[in-house]
């Protein structure tokens, strides 16, 4: 997919560089303090990315529950788990996860990356 067709929002608990990286790469990306979202609710973020059709970059753990967030009801969220809560192993999980956005599908999915795998859980498909 190309960097032009994906589209992405930084959640608050996100280093605002991450957006950065995400822009250096030729991405087009807002994050929640861009449009006054910070500190809102979760479903308003949620309702926020569906509305403009971006994937949710978060470490909020909450948006990786399937039950309230099912893979194919939002354009896609990557929930990022670094090893320490800081800002350079978060930034080091956006670097890795950069080079699988061109190749792997985001759209629908839900992604939960860490230092050492990355787990995709794509929408069911219709039977």
Request: proline share 7%; net charge neutral.
């Amino acid at each position: 997919m190309s960097a032009a067709a994906l589209q992405f929002k930084i959640d608050e608990n996100r280093p605002l560089e991450a957006a950065a990286l995400l822009r250096a790469a030729g991405y087009d990306t807002h994050t929640v303090y861009d449009e006054a979202l910070a500190g809102a609710a979760d479903p308003a973020v949620a309702a926020a990315c569906a509305r403009e059709r971006r994937v949710l970059v978060t470490l909020d753990l909450d948006f990786s529950d399937v039950r309230a967030y099912p893979p194919g009801t939002h354009p896609g969220i990557l929930v990022l788990r670094p090893r320490a809560p800081d800002r350079e192993s978060t930034l080091a999980l956006v670097a890795r996860v950069m080079p699988l956005l061109a190749t792997e599908a985001v759209r629908g999915c839900s992604w939960i990356v860490d230092a050492e795998r990355v787990r995709v859980r794509a929408p069911r498909e219709a039977s």
